[in-house]
């Protein structure tokens, strides 16, 4: 009897962030919960962080993970609002830490890639996909639907991550480059 898993995906964003949980078991995927965590853009900084922290701890708390994973930040060309995301990067990187979470990261081209077969496709097409893969989910917005990709590419992903982790040396170039395909993948 193969157990089942259930995967968190975090999309970060400071105004929203996407949250969505899948379970799997084996090769089969079903679709547990998803949504948004917000904050007030009108608030200072630390409030609107503080909303994300609390946000997804109760999410956590709900839904009961037993591991995740994260949508890596993409730079923008105004240095303020990646700060910004960074910020909200490191609250969904930091609240599954803190409950005992593994925590994985994943190039938003790998998530596309993964779930469409396009590291460039459009959020209309990784929302039809999430909807295909997982056909009992309706999410409300494209943050939701993001999030259940990134789930969706950790539970696909997850296998080859921990074959790398238990044959890769601690350190040295091979544990380097290993790792660097695995970011390619």
């Not at 994973?69 to 990187?93: H, M, W, Y």
């Not at 009992?136 to 539970?155: G, N, Q, W, Y």
């Not at 044959?167 to 390619?184: D, K, L, N, T, Y």
Request: hydrophobic share 45%; with cysteine; net charge positive.
């Amino acid at each position: 009897m193969t157990d089942t898993v259930r995967i968190l995906g975090i999309d970060p964003g400071l105004r929203r962030t996407g949250w969505g949980v899948v379970s799997v078991t084996g090769t089969r995927l079903a679709y547990v919960g998803c949504g948004l965590v917000t904050s007030e853009s009108g608030d200072d900084l630390a409030t609107r962080l503080r909303c994300l922290h609390d946000g997804l701890m109760r999410v956590v708390e709900a839904m009961r993970p037993d591991e995740a994973a994260v949508e890596e930040t993409f730079v923008n060309k105004d240095g303020q609002s990646t700060l910004k995301l960074g910020q909200a990067r490191g609250v969904a990187l930091l609240v599954p830490a803190l409950c005992g979470l593994p925590v994985a990261e994943y190039a938003a081209n790998l998530v596309k890639k993964t779930v469409v077969g396009s590291g460039h496709a459009e959020k209309a097409q990784i929302g039809a996909m999430v909807r295909f893969l997982l056909p009992k989910a309706d999410p409300e917005s494209a943050d939701a639907a993001d999030a259940l990709a990134v789930a969706i590419t950790h539970a696909n992903h997850r296998a080859a991550r921990a074959r790398v982790a238990a044959h890769a040396a601690p350190s040295g170039r091979g544990a380097a480059r290993i790792a660097r395909a695995m970011a390619r993948a």
